[in-house]
């Protein structure tokens, strides 16, 4: 059985004063396999991060539903959903949302601190996870003392110390340099490697080039899909740019 069904989703906005009603995604339907990398691309406005955040339960649809190992969102109760997302799912952002208060350590550890994890347990998941990203040596330094890349690896480690079932990335490269980038890139590509299944908003066609799979978005239908199989980078990059060329969005970096 797939990890994540997404069924049939319809988004429908009302302006303030209720007069037009704004169409964020219609009819979207598809499936992820554990172990999967997902990206979904899009030009801006076509509903991709409006499909991230119902699929980070930030929000519901109008219509259709989502699935992760067999539960509806849908039946979940929203006193339980920082819960159900703290469990079970995992978040990095482009802008990092580190606490600039809290040293690296502090912010990575803190959704273990949320769900009451005792000491020991937060201390025995921390270093495998910092030592596999690079970080260890930077744990007792604050978000301002380190670079663009090293604060989003910490964002990652943040993400992944909790073993969600699924890590969502909303544009992960989007304030890096291509250095900083390429980094990311890789690290996210080993973690696909180990098994974590990963779905990824980004308009770069270098960024999804790392996916095993892309889902392109447009005026919020979905448009068309890629599989990478087992072509390299440069190939898949190559097949990535020449389909948003027919869609009309993304960029190339």
Known sequence: MSLLQVKALGKIYNTKLGM???????????????????????????????LLNILASLDKPTTGDVLLDGKSFSS???????????????????????????????????????????????????????????????????????????????????????DPRILLADEPTGALDSKASAGLLGQFADLHGIGKTILMVTHSAMAAS???????????ALFSQLYRGDETNRTFFDRIVANLSILGGGDIA
């Open 20 to 50: 037009r009603q704004c169409v964020a995604l219609k009819n979207v339907s598809f499936e992820v396999i554990e172990g999967e990398f997902v990206a979904i691309m899009g030009a801006s406005g076509s509903g991709k991060t409006t």
């Open 210 to 220: 790392y996916a095993s799979r892309v889902l392109f978005i447009s005026d919020g």
């Open 76 to 162: 979940i109760p929203d006193r339980e959903l920082s819960e159900f997302r703290r469990k079970h799912l995992g978040f990095v952002f482009q802008d990092f949302n580190l606490l600039d208060t809290f040293s690296l350590k502090d912010n990575i550890l803190l959704p273990l601190v949320l769900m009451q994890t005792p000491l020991s347990e937060m201390e025995a998941r921390l270093l495998p996870v910092t030592r596999r990203l690079g970080i260890t040596q930077l744990l007792n330094k604050y978000p301002y003392e380190v670079s663009g890349g090293e604060k989003q690896r910490a964002a990652i480690a943040r993400a992944v110390i909790t």
